[in-house]
C-alpha cells in the first residue's frame, strides 16, 4: 500500500525539490535554484526518487510479510507471554489458597462448622435452609458460620507470616 505521508510521497509529489527528513525530523527542501545546473538538480532528482522508493518498497514488504509481537495475542485469540506468566502465578496463588483452605478447614473448625461451611458456600444454602435442615435455630447456624470464619481468619493470619 503507497502511503500518501511517506518520505517518498513527499518527495516524489514536488518536482521542483528534493525533499528530505533530517535526524532531528524536521523536513527541509533544497529548490532547483540550490544546485549549479538543471541537469545537477535532475541527477540528484533522480537518484534521491529512487532510493526513496526502494525503501519505501522495502519497507512495504516488511510490513506486509512481518506481524508485530504485541499483536500475535489479538490476531490469534490467545494470551501475551506477559498474561501467560500472570495467569500461572495467578493459578499458583489459587492452588496455594486452595490448599490452605483445605488444611484450615480440617484442622481449625470442629465437624460441625465444616458441615455447615460447606453447605453455605458451595452448596449454595441458605443459613435458613441449613438451620431447618439440622433442626436447630437459625440464630446458631450464623453464629456457627461467624465463628469458623473468625477461625479460618487467624489460621491465615498465621499461615501467612
Not at 102 to 130: A, M, P, V
Request: hydrophobic share 35%; aromatic share 12%.
Amino acid at each position: 500500500m503507497f502511503d500518501q505521508k511517506s518520505d517518498y510521497a513527499l518527495n516524489k509529489k514536488d518536482p521542483d525539490a528534493i525533499v528530505f527528513k533530517t535526524a532531528a525530523g524536521a523536513y527541509i527542501r533544497l529548490h532547483r535554484e540550490d544546485f549549479s545546473s538543471e541537469e545537477e538538480f535532475l541527477r540528484w532528482k533522480g537518484w534521491s526518487d529512487e532510493d526513496y522508493r526502494v525503501v519505501d518498497v522495502r519497507n512495504n514488504a516488511y510490513t506486509k510479510l512481518t506481524v508485530s509481537l504485541e499483536r500475535i495475542p489479538e490476531q490469534i485469540g490467545a494470551l501475551s507471554p506477559e498474561q501467560l506468566l500472570i495467569e500461572q502465578y495467578d493459578q499458583l496463588d489459587r492452588e496455594e489458597f486452595c490448599r490452605l483452605l483445605l488444611e484450615g478447614i480440617n484442622t481449625c473448625l470442629s465437624e460441625t462448622q465444616r458441615r455447615r461451611l460447606l453447605k453455605y458456600y458451595f452448596e449454595d444454602k441458605t443459613q435458613e435452609e441449613i438451620a431447618d435442615s439440622e433442626g436447630v435455630a437459625y440464630q446458631n447456624i450464623a453464629e456457627s458460620l461467624w465463628r469458623a470464619k473468625e477461625k479460618l481468619k487467624k489460621f491465615f493470619k498465621k499461615a501467612m507470616h
